[in-house]
């Protein structure tokens, strides 16, 4: 990859081809000359809701996330199952401002930088289970 429109394609592959993705529409897009940002929202084929937003720069041949929010719901939007983000909301944690909200018990851990491409790749992981076939 060697610019934004490059990753942002490449995020829209992901979402199309993946197993998890029932339906996506994206809700903003832009790219500048080293730097975009993409949101979505998104069924998931369990029929849970999920809405991702990503903020990257890309330097040499390397897409870096910079700031991200990532919400993993069920299908009427009232339990959170999962919550990515990088706001500088919980400074005592490891790995600041990188955290991840676990249901709705206030349970926030340390997190790492998720892009849209990881994001995929824990909820394929986590949700492949739905797609097997006896």
């Given at each position: 990859?060697?610019d934004?429109?490059?990753?942002?394609?490449?995020m829209?592959?992901?979402?199309i081809?993946s197993?998890?993705?029932?339906?996506?529409t994206?809700?903003?897009m832009?790219?500048?000359?080293?730097?975009?940002?993409?949101?979505?929202?998104?069924?998931?084929?369990?029929?849970d809701?999920l809405?991702?937003?990503?903020?990257?720069?890309?330097?040499?041949?390397a897409?870096?996330?910079?700031?991200?929010?990532h919400?993993w719901?069920?299908?009427?939007?009232?339990?959170?199952?999962?919550?990515?983000?990088?706001?500088?909301?919980?400074?005592?944690?490891?790995?600041?401002?990188h955290?991840?909200?676990?249901?709705?018990?206030?349970?926030?851990?340390?997190?790492?930088?998720m892009?849209?491409?990881?994001?995929?790749?824990?909820?394929?992981?986590?949700?492949?289970?739905?797609?097997d076939?006896?």
């Amino acid at each position: 990859m060697t610019d934004p429109e490059e990753y942002l394609d490449a995020m829209q592959v992901a979402l199309i081809a993946s197993p998890v993705i029932s339906s996506y529409t994206v809700v903003r897009m832009w790219a500048n000359a080293d730097d975009g940002y993409m949101r979505v929202r998104a069924t998931l084929t369990n029929g849970d809701f999920l809405e991702a937003a990503e903020y990257f720069v890309v330097q040499g041949d390397a897409a870096t996330t910079v700031d991200y929010r990532h919400q993993w719901m069920d299908g009427a939007k009232q339990i959170l199952r999962k919550r990515w983000d990088s706001a500088p909301d919980h400074p005592e944690l490891d790995n600041f401002p990188h955290h991840v909200h676990h249901g709705q018990d206030d349970r926030v851990e340390p997190g790492r930088p998720m892009s849209v491409l990881n994001l995929l790749g824990y909820l394929e992981s986590q949700l492949s289970f739905e797609d097997d076939t006896p």
